[in-house]
């Protein structure tokens, strides 16, 4: 399983601060305060949930269930066609391409490996370094923490993708879970916003 933990400690920090915030103008608010602080909860904690601690990778044998904001992908090993980490990471599949929010790129962490690789180049005396893996320390992944995943889901799906229950089509779903108290958030608070 590959999540974000930054994302989900900052998802949790701001459920935190808006739960502390939304409740106290429900307890201490008058008029209407309480009413749009309702509503405001109601529509900004499944958009603050959808995108910090929902975003999830599962990689099976089977398949690849890729759990993003506001839809879960279903990828047989045989229907992935490639992984790719560039600024997002990527999955393609069946000519389409799904984005893996739990996999996030950081630039200044591929520089940080693309560093260590260089020095480490030119401290060994024989050239047997390799840009991935330390020839005294084959444990160590010098790569980037989203190259080193995608490279790992590369490796699974070429040994996965002959599995008789890798098979078959790509499945999307909508997380309708996350939709639905998002729109009724939106409407109530519009609603709420428009009678003033």
């Known amino acids: 399983m590959y999540r974000s933990a930054s994302g989900i400690a ?7 601060l808006s739960g502390w915030l939304g409740i106290d103008a429900m307890i201490r608010g008058e008029g209407r ?4 602080a309702l509503a405001g909860l109601l529509f900004a904690v499944p958009v603050v949930i959808a995108f910090t601690v929902r ?30 980490s560039g ?7 069946a000519g389409a391409t799904y984005q893996l929010w739990a996999i996030p790129v950081s630039l200044r962490q591929r ?3 693309a ?15 390799s840009a991935h893996v330390a020839v005294n320390k084959p444990d160590e992944d010098r ?12 490796e699974m799906a070429e040994l996965n993708a002959r599995r008789g229950g890798a098979q078959g089509p790509p499945e999307v779903r909508w997380a309708f879970e996350v939709i639905a108290p998002t729109l009724a958030g939106a409407v109530l608070l519009g609603v709420m916003l428009a009678i003033g």
Request: aromatic fraction near 8%; proline fraction near 8%; charge should be positive.
């Open 143 to 154: 790569r980037a923490p989203s190259d080193a995943a995608i490279g790992d889901l590369r």
């Open 10 to 16: 900052g998802g949790v920090l701001l459920l935190g």
């Open 115 to 129: 560093r260590q690789q260089t020095r480490a180049a030119s401290e060994d005396p024989f050239g047997t370094t």
């Open 87 to 93: 600024y997002t990471s990527e999955v393609l599949a």
């Open 55 to 84: 975003p999830a990778v599962y990689a099976g044998q089977d398949r690849l269930l890729v759990r993003n904001p506001f839809r879960t992908i279903t990828l047989p090993w045989a229907s992935v066609e490639g992984l790719r």
């Open 111 to 113: 520089k940080r490996a």
């Open 33 to 36: 305060t309480p009413w749009l």
